[in-house]
């Protein structure tokens, strides 16, 4: 029977892997403050980083969405994988021999981590098969296109045997089942019994940002082959086609050091620019470039201004590729980058132009790329004889809906004054022909939007879902309102009170939380915090706060806990920390010192002189105070 982890395996593995590197393989992270990073959320789309990390803490949040946890969170979310399977994924990773309870072995959760052992055992089996005497034809294709031994080895690719079963057979003599085999679509059952899915053809193995094998891309070889020129893994549990890129595994580094990804037609066309230099080359996986793969990449890129990353597509000049360069110019804005376009002389697709002109022509041909815009804009207007007026104008008409689309309000005019260049009109009818084709789309935007919005049942319209049952039941702690001073300055005692722990002790602990907060949220938290005093000083100050928080102020307190602080080193923490602190008191004792004087003008002096004497030496004291921690 299987075993459970024992919890404090989970513990150690936690503390022993760093968040910010696991997280750093699917996003692109930078430095924000003192203990902080930050980077583009994986979890929603946004150009504006808000996805925070604190690698001391071992938590990341973003205060755009809202999503955040620990390390097992974030790898059970990007991998859609069990809590189980994250830690033993982890504990792979650090080296850690989990122990079971009762001596059992690792628990079953699911299928995903068989069909990742089965792929990585099929992979090696392709790979085995190159060199033999069958696979001649698929080392001819390779060799015939400038790929030798190395460039194989390095790619993973290999070979499936012409036979019925040759892959099938060898992975069920390594343990695996014949469904494990057809659920992770290596093998297809039939009336004559299961076969593999992939014979006679060059195998490229797909993986994924972690170098794992999710999948496979399969080329025909020979002529008896009926099947498609391509033949890739059919969606599994661990390979979805929409969203996978061939080789961000080898890429998915320089893509973030370089900010620049090169997005190529095929496998091969990876080849050969990774083996010219341009290591930051990827390709879709038999479908066209999508939302998934855009956000993948974005996660990747960055959105400082001052340093733009770049998106650099490469298409082939036959239809179906101006096809493909439209689909992106309709994406362009959904990047967090500046998008280009590289068409190779006489329309050479990387790995041919490598084959035939060298590494170096392969690097030209990117260098020499075109803005996205330029490249839509020239496309439109080539289809027309601009010898003539008609032509003219209606090249400037069919381009003016590209020029329009175009939402950076400085390059939008540029474009126009290109546009009436190279179409030879005046500057304003062009204007005018940009401007109309703009009004044109949000009038028929409108249309759509409100025949979306129009019931077809006769209805007002609302539907259930997550976001209006939301609203039916009043939260029970309403959103702090961070407009208002008071709980602004809540806030940043919070801040400091989970983050900077040695700016203060707990006797100023005791005074804040005694005097509270305005904004029910923040007082729930500060009195979690007041609870939590015993443990001030330990290096698991978060989870304490966390394990006495409410659970549902749970997201506020990562919010919190992920705010970065004004402060460029150490020192400057601590100091700004002491300082909100002394801030925090100063508030505490006016608050005292308010309710002294009013208990001083109930009392009767005569009647209860000691009581008098006693408020009056409390009000010395509290000026005392007042003026130490102002440094008067």
Same mark, same amino acid.
């Given at each position: 029977?299987?075993?459970?982890?024992?919890?404090?395996?989970?513990?150690?593995?936690?503390?022993?892997?760093?968040?910010?590197?696991?997280?750093?393989?699917?996003?692109?992270?930078?430095?924000?403050?003192?203990?902080?990073?930050?980077?583009?959320?994986?979890?929603?789309?946004?150009?504006?980083?808000?996805?925070?990390?604190?690698?001391?803490?071992?938590?990341?949040?973003?205060?755009?969405?809202?999503?955040?946890?620990?390390? &097992?969170?974030?790898?059970?979310?990007?991998?859609?994988?069990?809590? &189980?399977?994250?830690?033993?994924?982890?504990?792979?990773?650090?080296?850690?021999?989990?122990? &079971?309870?009762?001596?059992?072995?690792?628990?079953?959760?699911?299928? $995903?981590?068989?069909?990742?052992?089965?792929?990585?055992?099929?992979?090696?089996?392709?790979?085995?098969?190159?060199?033999?005497?069958?696979?001649?034809?698929?080392?001819?294709?390779?060799?015939?296109?400038?790929?030798?031994?190395?460039?194989?080895?390095?790619?993973?690719?290999?070979?499936?045997?012409?036979?019925?079963?040759?892959?099938?057979?060898?992975?069920?003599?390594?343990?695996?089942?014949?469904?494990?085999?057809?659920?992770?679509?290596?093998?297809?059952?039939?009336?004559?019994?299961?076969?593999?899915?992939?014979?006679?053809?060059?195998?490229?193995? @797909?993986?994924?940002?972690?170098?794992?094998? @999710?999948?496979?891309?399969?080329?025909?070889? %020979?002529?008896?082959?009926?099947?498609?020129?391509?033949?890739?893994?059919?969606?599994?549990?661990?390979?979805?086609?929409?969203?996978?890129? &061939?080789?961000?595994?080898?890429?998915?580094?320089?893509?973030?050091?370089?900010?620049?990804?090169?997005? !190529?037609?095929?496998?091969?066309?990876?080849?050969?620019?990774?083996?010219?230099?341009?290591?930051?080359?990827?390709?879709?996986?038999?479908?066209?470039?999508?939302?998934?793969?855009?956000?993948?990449?974005? $996660?990747?890129?960055?959105?400082?201004?001052?340093?733009?990353?770049?998106?650099?597509?490469?298409?082939?000049?036959?239809?179906?590729?101006?096809?493909?360069?439209?689909?992106?110019?309709?994406?362009?804005?959904?990047?967090?980058?500046?998008? %280009?376009?590289?068409?190779?002389?006489?329309?050479?697709?990387?790995?041919?132009?490598?084959?035939?002109?060298?590494?170096? =022509?392969?690097?030209?041909?990117?260098?020499?790329?075109?803005?996205?815009?330029? %490249?839509?804009?020239?496309?439109?207007?080539?289809?027309?004889?601009?010898?003539?007026?008609?032509?003219? !104008?209606?090249?400037?008409?069919?381009?003016?809906?590209?020029?329009?689309?175009?939402?950076?309000?400085?390059?939008?005019?540029?474009?126009?004054?290109?546009?009436?260049?190279?179409?030879?009109?005046?500057?304003?009818?062009?204007?005018?022909?940009?401007?109309?084709?703009?009004?044109?789309?949000?009038?028929?935007?409108?249309?759509?939007?409100?025949? #979306?919005?129009?019931?077809?049942?006769?209805?007002?319209?609302?539907?259930?879902?997550?976001?209006?049952?939301?609203?039916?039941?009043?939260?029970?702690?309403?959103?702090?309102?961070?407009?208002?001073?008071?709980?602004?300055?809540?806030?940043?005692?919070?801040?400091?009170?989970?983050?900077?722990?040695?700016?203060?002790?707990?006797?100023?602990?005791?005074?804040?939380?005694?005097?509270?907060?305005?904004?029910?949220?923040?007082? =729930?938290?500060?009195?979690?915090?007041?609870?939590?005093?015993?443990?001030?000083?330990?290096?698991?100050?978060?989870?304490?706060?966390?394990?006495?928080?409410?659970?549902?102020?749970?997201?506020?307190?990562?919010?919190?806990?992920?705010?970065?602080?004004?402060?460029?080193?150490?020192?400057?923490?601590?100091?700004?920390?002491?300082? !909100?602190?002394?801030?925090?008191?100063?508030?505490?004792?006016?608050?005292?010192?308010?309710?002294?004087?009013?208990?001083?003008?109930?009392? #009767?002096?005569?009647?209860?002189?000691?009581?008098?004497?006693?408020?009056?030496?409390?009000?010395?004291?509290?000026?005392?105070?007042?003026?130490?921690?102002?440094?008067?």
């Amino acid at each position: 029977m299987a075993g459970k982890i024992r919890a404090r395996d989970i513990e150690e593995v936690k503390s022993r892997v760093n968040i910010a590197d696991v997280v750093g393989e699917y996003v692109s992270l930078k430095n924000a403050s003192v203990g902080s990073l930050k980077g583009l959320c994986p979890f929603h789309d946004e150009k504006s980083p808000s996805f925070n990390v604190r690698p001391m803490q071992g938590f990341y949040h973003c205060f755009g969405c809202g999503e955040g946890g620990d390390v &097992y969170k974030f790898i059970q979310q990007m991998e859609s994988i069990s809590f &189980y399977e994250a830690v033993e994924k982890l504990a792979s990773r650090v080296g850690f021999e989990l122990t &079971y309870e009762d001596g059992g072995s690792a628990p079953d959760q699911g299928q $995903r981590s068989r069909i990742l052992e089965a792929n990585t055992a099929a992979a090696a089996y392709y790979q085995s098969q190159l060199m033999t005497d069958d696979a001649i034809p698929g080392r001819d294709f390779l060799k015939g296109r400038g790929f030798d031994k190395a460039a194989a080895e390095t790619f993973g690719v290999g070979f499936a045997p012409k036979g019925w079963s040759n892959l099938t057979d060898h992975l069920k003599k390594l343990g695996f089942s014949i469904e494990e085999l057809v659920t992770a679509g290596l093998a297809t059952k039939s009336d004559r019994g299961a076969y593999d899915k992939f014979r006679g053809r060059l195998i490229w193995p @797909i993986r994924d940002s972690t170098s794992q094998v @999710i999948g496979f891309g399969a080329r025909k070889l %020979f002529d008896d082959d009926q099947g498609p020129k391509y033949l890739n893994t059919s969606d599994t549990l661990v390979y979805h086609k929409s969203s996978v890129l &061939y080789g961000i595994d080898l890429a998915k580094k320089d893509i973030s050091k370089q900010q620049r990804v090169v997005v !190529v037609e095929g496998y091969t066309d990876v080849m050969a620019c990774h083996l010219a230099g341009i290591t930051t080359a990827v390709a879709t996986c038999g479908t066209a470039f999508g939302d998934e793969h855009i956000r993948l990449l974005n $996660r990747m890129l960055s959105a400082e201004k001052d340093t733009p990353a770049e998106v650099i597509f490469t298409f082939d000049p036959d239809a179906a590729g101006q096809k493909a360069a439209m689909r992106a110019f309709n994406d362009s804005h959904k990047f967090s980058a500046q998008t %280009f376009v590289a068409v190779g002389p006489e329309g050479l697709d990387p790995c041919d132009l490598r084959s035939e002109k060298g590494d170096e =022509a392969v690097v030209q041909m990117i260098e020499n790329k075109k803005p996205l815009f330029e %490249f839509a804009i020239k496309q439109k207007i080539s289809k027309f004889d601009l010898g003539t007026i008609e032509g003219r !104008v209606g090249a400037a008409r069919a381009a003016a809906p590209v020029v329009a689309a175009i939402r950076d309000s400085a390059m939008r005019p540029a474009y126009i004054r290109e546009l009436a260049g190279w179409v030879n009109l005046g500057g304003n009818e062009v204007a005018a022909l940009v401007d109309a084709a703009g009004k044109e789309a949000k009038s028929d935007a409108v249309k759509d939007l409100r025949r #979306d919005q129009s019931p077809a049942d006769g209805s007002d319209g609302l539907r259930e879902t997550e976001f209006t049952s939301q609203q039916k039941e009043a939260p029970q702690y309403p959103q702090p309102n961070l407009n208002d001073p008071i709980t602004r300055f809540e806030r940043q005692v919070l801040e400091v009170l989970v983050q900077v722990p040695t700016s203060f002790n707990q006797e100023q602990l005791i005074r804040i939380v005694r005097d509270g907060f305005s904004a029910p949220a923040h007082n =729930a938290i500060l009195e979690a915090i007041g609870t939590s005093m015993v443990s001030l000083g330990s290096t698991d100050w978060l989870n304490v706060i966390g394990s006495a928080t409410p659970p549902e102020l749970h997201s506020q307190l990562r919010a919190i806990a992920a705010q970065a602080l004004p402060a460029k080193t150490a020192e400057d923490l601590v100091r700004y920390g002491q300082g !909100v602190i002394s801030r925090a008191l100063i508030n505490a004792l006016e608050h005292e010192k308010a309710n002294l004087l009013s208990l001083l003008k109930r009392n #009767d002096v005569v009647e209860d002189a000691a009581k008098t004497a006693e408020i009056q030496r409390s009000l010395v004291e509290l000026e005392a105070e007042r003026r130490r921690l102002q440094g008067i």
